[in-house]
Every structure is written in C-alpha cells, then in structure tokens.
T-cell receptor, first 115, second 115 residues
Framework: AQSVTQLGSHVSVSEGALVLLRCNYS??????LFWYVQYPNQGLQLLLK??????LVKGINGFEAEFKKSETSFHLTKPSAHMSDAAEYFC?????????????FGQGTRLTINP | GAVVSQHPSRVICKSGTSVKIECRSL??????MFWYRQFPKQSLMLMAT?????????EQGVEKDKFLINHASLTLSTLTVTSAHPEDSSFYIC???????????FGEGSRLTVL
C-alpha cells in the first residue's frame, strides 16, 4: 500500500533562508508524487509533481523537489524563503500508480517564516 | 486555469439536520471527483471516489448512508451529510479530474460546523 511520511509537523525558517520540507514515500508501483500548499481555510494548490522523466522537478513560486528512488524521498526545497510562503504543505502519492487519481496525503508540515 | 468551486464555503447547522455541499468543475468536464475530509491541523483523508453516472466508491470506515454522494453530471458532484452531528464538523474538500487532461484540481473547501 502507498503511504507518505512528512518529517516535521512544523518547520520555521528566517526570511531569505533555505526551505527544506522532507517527504518519504512507500509505494508498490512506480509513484506519482505531488506537493501541495494550503493557505488557511482554503483548498489545495499544486506546487509541483513528479510523474516520469527528470527527477528534479521545478514548480511554482520558486519551489522544486527531487525524486530519489534509492532514498524513497521527494523533499521540497526553495533557496530563499519569502513571508508569503508561510502555509501548510502536503506531500502526496497516487495510490493507483500512473493513474494519478486517488491521492494519499502526508500529515502536512506547517511552514513559518520569521522576519 | 481550471477551476473547481465548492458551495457553500461555510455552513452551520443544527444537530440532526442534513447538509448538502456542491462541487462544480467550472470550465472542464470531470468524470471523477474525490471527496476528502480534513480535521483541524490534520491531513486530508479520502472519503470516497465519485464517478459520473455510477455509485460512489467509499473508503473503508466511511459510512455511505451518512455521507451520500451524487455525481449526476460531468460538472457536478454533491456530498450530503445526513443527520449531522457535532463530530461531523470538519473541512470538506473535493477534487476533480479533467476528462481530457487527466489533471487533478481541488476546490477551495467547505467548512461544516454542526451545533
């Protein structure tokens, strides 16, 4: 069965610092992996996704993530944090492999940006 | 970009009443819609998969008679919480998969409070 673990329910960084949000997955099929951002009382917005091909994926708002099969990881990074990045971030894996429909989400990581 | 709209965004009801939440794909057709539930400070839990013109598929532990899902057209799915109780208070989020693109888009969520 597919699952996702996000290490750290809360991450706090200074404005301008590197953002690193960790995600490890478990999947019995080649995974489709996603990062979503959620602002308070709102739905989810797709940041980026990995399906096939290049393992370094670039997304919106300067975020990127690297798929590392050997480490079963898909960590999210951003070189320089901005105050507007403060939000909840969810890593997700598709449970039907390349169908990429049903998603299993990690527990979420709340990112706080300190001025 | 594609938009998924949920209505109402917030609803307060008395215990014992039923509440209907709509999920609409505004500019694309969606053969499949998913309903998620999110408790405060927690992740999204998939409740059911809704396919146009057929019965919804519920996840283990979700009461299908309590959470009625109807997907009558390619642009509309509804979730009805029947005989709502305070423990049903939650943030309900839908997502829709585009018929032609296969992309997945999330609604902005509906917050249900049962008094």
């Amino acid at each position: 069965a597919q699952s996702v673990t996000q290490l750290g329910s809360h991450v706090s960084v200074s404005e301008g610092a590197l953002v690193l949000l960790r995600c490890n997955y478990s999947s019995s099929v080649p995974p489709y992996l996603f990062w979503y951002v959620q602002y308070p009382n709102q739905g989810l917005q797709l940041l980026l996704k990995y399906t096939t091909g290049a393992t370094l994926v670039k997304g919106i708002n300067g975020f990127e993530a690297e798929f590392k099969k050997s480490e079963t990881s898909f960590h999210l990074t951003k070189p320089s944090a901005h105050m507007s990045d403060a939000a909840e971030y969810f890593c997700a894996v598709s449970v039907d492999g390349q169908g990429a429909q049903k998603l299993v989400f990690g527990q979420g990581t709340r990112l706080t940006i300190n001025p | 970009g594609a938009v998924v709209s949920q209505h109402p965004s917030r609803v307060i009801c008395k215990s014992g009443t039923s509440v209907k939440i709509e999920c609409r794909s505004l500019d694309f057709q969606a053969t499949t819609m998913f309903w998620y539930r999110q408790f405060p400070k927690q992740s999204l839990m998939l409740m059911a998969t809704s396919n146009e013109g057929s019965k919804a598929t519920y996840e283990q532990g979700v009461e299908k008679d309590k959470f009625l899902i109807n997907h009558a057209s390619l642009t509309l799915s509804t979730l009805t919480v029947t005989s709502a109780h305070p423990e049903d208070s939650s943030f309900y989020i839908c997502s829709a998969r585009g018929l032609h693109t296969g992309e997945l888009f999330f609604g902005e969520g509906s917050r249900l409070t049962v008094l």
